[in-house]
């Protein structure tokens, strides 16, 4: 396969697999993803529905990347975009009809198999080089263009203040602190911290030797 073959299939499998993650995540009802956390904290506050709001942070982020840095978007961009949603509602309702009221225990694994999986996708179509979703860009940005710092460490900056913000401003709306670990929990804490690094490993380890491997 030509490495254009393997971008191109690399950055659908990718998108395909982080959006298959954030339905484990949902299962495992743990607390969400730090962007994530920022959105519910915006829904809350926000009186428009999730999809309309989804969808304007979604394009504010897509400008700033197009004027900052436009390489960051390309086709597994508008993937992301536009069917990741519909992909994580599929995963999530049938793992509800597999996994009824689950465990603890139950939970807890699907967290750390959502995480890993989360991060293994994002690394194969960060990779790809066809494009990343508007919030990745951020870090992307920040790394690569601004040179702040490793891009495992720009993650974290930005994750932390998705998390930050998003519990702010659901605090802001209305919302308790009992109420806080529906959006921000102990999946949001470890995500926040840890898959910057796991990104960049699966980078290193899986996405970038299946790209240059070569046959024969």
């Not at 959006?19 to 994530?36: E, N, W, Y």
Request: proline fraction near 3%; glycine fraction near 8%.
């Amino acid at each position: 396969m030509s490495i254009k073959g393997k971008r191109i299939l690399m950055s659908l499998l990718g998108v395909i697999i982080c959006a298959i993650s954030v339905g484990v995540f949902k299962i495992a009802a743990l607390g969400v993803d730090p962007f994530q956390t920022l959105m519910a904290g915006l829904d809350k506050l926000i009186p428009i529905s999730f999809g309309t709001l989804y969808v304007i942070v979604n394009l504010l982020l897509l400008i700033f990347s197009v004027l900052v840095d436009r390489h960051n978007i390309g086709i597994a961009t508008f993937i992301n975009l536009f069917l990741l949603g519909y992909i994580t509602d599929f995963t999530f309702n049938t793992l509800q009809k597999l996994i009824i009221a689950p465990s603890l225990l139950v939970r807890s694994i699907c967290l750390v198999v959502g995480i890993v999986v989360i991060c293994f996708g994002s690394a194969l179509y960060m990779t790809a080089d066809l494009g990343v979703s508007t919030y990745d860009a951020v870090a992307i940005v920040m790394s690569r263009k601004w040179k702040v710092a490793k891009f495992q460490y720009c993650r974290i900056f930005t994750d932390v203040i998705c998390v930050m913000l998003g519990v702010a401003l659901f605090l802001l709306a209305g919302g308790t602190w009992g109420t806080v670990p529906t959006i921000a929990g102990i999946g949001t804490i470890i995500t926040a911290f840890f898959m910057g690094p796991v990104i960049e490993f699966f980078n290193v380890t899986v996405a970038r030797p299946l790209l240059n491997r070569r046959k024969g």
